[in-house]
């Protein structure tokens, strides 16, 4: 089936470091979604990307989706103690709508 | 946060009982799904619905049964539980087909004893 790896599993840096995050698909993706979680909570959506190499930005967050729609990064810059969570990409497959994959997430504590 | 509520929020029952955890939307929104979280793991999908009555099953469906018998409502049923089963749950609903932007509940610890 399917498989969406996520690495690294825990990323501890210290607060103004900045950080990624990458998701690999063992299939070519219709799209692919970014949810972060806050200790304790529940999974938000961040963005979505569609296209073969989007790149979108929110703030200090850059999100890209690979030329061949297998890969995508979360790259924070400067992080700050607010952006502790996990993140999670998600991706769904053109032949399967409905039943996006998630990968295992990333967890990023920073040290202020 | 969009309009969705999981009951109970907590749970601890024993293995073999029956469980069931319900999903309440006031999004009408057409799709639900129903995920576990287990610590070192994404989420896994165990069913979805794609409408009334319309369900279908994820990667990790075995000892699971849902209903949608209203738009609103999705419940998941644990026919007799076990210790595997011990997880977050977490209730999601999407408007679209390609499950873009899923809106999650709060999820519901659940403990097998």
């Known amino acids: 089936g399917q498989q969406v790896m996520q690495i690294p599993q825990y990323q501890h840096v210290q607060e103004g470091e900045d950080f990624t995050t990458y998701c690999n698909s063992s299939t070519t993706l219709s799209n692919i979604q970014w949810y972060k979680q806050r200790p304790g909570g529940h999974p938000v959506f961040l963005i979505q990307l569609v296209k073969s190499g989007e790149v979108k930005k929110q703030k200090r967050l850059t999100f890209q989706f690979g030329e061949a729609k297998k890969n995508s990064s979360l790259h924070i810059t400067a992080t700050q103690t607010t952006d502790v969570g996990t993140y999670f990409c998600?991706?769904?497959?053109?032949?399967?709508?409905?039943?996006?994959?998630f990968g295992d997430g990333t967890t990023l504590t920073v040290k202020p | 946060d969009a309009g969705i509520t999981q009951s109970p929020r907590h749970k601890v029952t024993e293995t073999g009982t029956p469980v069931t955890l319900r999903c309440h939307q006031t999004?009408?929104?057409?799709?639900m799904y129903w995920y576990r979280q287990d610590p070192g793991h994404g989420l896994r999908l165990i069913h979805y619905s794609y409408g009334v009555k319309d369900t279908d099953k994820g990667e990790v469906s075995d000892g699971y049964s849902v209903s949608r018998s209203k738009t609103e409502d999705f419940l998941l049923t644990l026919e007799s539980a076990t210790s595997s089963q011990t997880s977050v749950y977490f209730c999601a609903i999407s408007s679209g087909a390609t499950n873009e932007k899923l809106f999650f509940g709060s999820g519901t610890q659940l403990s097998v004893l």
């Open positions: 998600a991706g769904d497959r053109s032949t399967n709508a409905g039943k996006s994959t």
């Open positions: 999004e009408n929104h057409r799709y």
